[in-house]
């Protein structure tokens, strides 16, 4: 952001570099298939959560795609909030565009028995940290004890230089 603000761009270059990198190792065919279908019926140029959402903005992207993909689109109850009281942890990073923590927290709320962990250094997706992994595994052993969040608290916020 220092260097965005001081007139340096090289690194926009490089994370544009990066992305069309990342292009190769994305199952094109799995991720029309799945998001063509569970969003079907949405116009992202006039619905206007879907414009004020960064996760669903993309459908402006690919809409274009899903007209022309054979899928069939989801059951009319896809969308419809889950509400339950089996035991859940619902996991997420701060830095996440994809599943933003407002969301995350929000599926917590509906789920009776869960516990909402948030990483401090994290977008999407926090396995691999030895903190969410100690979480998660023990949730697994056991989902109706008490999760421990302890670790949490030393995990660090990340540096931006």
């Known amino acids: ?13 490089e ?14 065919a799995m991720y029309l298939s799945t998001n063509c279908a ?4 949405l116009d992202p140029a006039t619905d206007e959560a879907a414009l004020a959402d960064p996760g669903r903005l993309r459908l ?8 022309q993909w054979p899928v069939e689109p ?3 109850t896809f969308n419809e909030p889950v509400v339950s009281d089996i035991p859940a942890l619902v996991v997420a990073g701060r830095y996440d565009p994809i599943t933003p923590p407002d969301s995350s927290q929000t599926v917590a709320g509906r789920l009776t028995n869960s516990t909402f962990a948030l ?7 926090v396995a691999g940290d030895a903190c969410a992994n100690d979480i998660m595994s023990a949730f697994l052993d056991d989902p109706s004890a008490p999760v421990d969040l302890a670790c949490l608290t030393s995990v660090p916020d990340p540096a931006f230089g």
């Open 38 to 41: 569970d969003n079907a019926g």
């Open 15 to 28: 994370l544009i570099r990066r992305g069309a990198a990342l292009q190769g190792s994305i199952a094109w």
């Open 1 to 13: 952001i220092g260097d965005l603000r001081d007139g340096n761009t090289a690194i926009v270059a």
């Open 60 to 67: 402006l992207l690919t809409e274009p795609l899903c007209s």
């Open 74 to 76: 989801t059951s009319d």
């Open 119 to 125: 990483w401090p250094d994290r977008g999407h997706g």
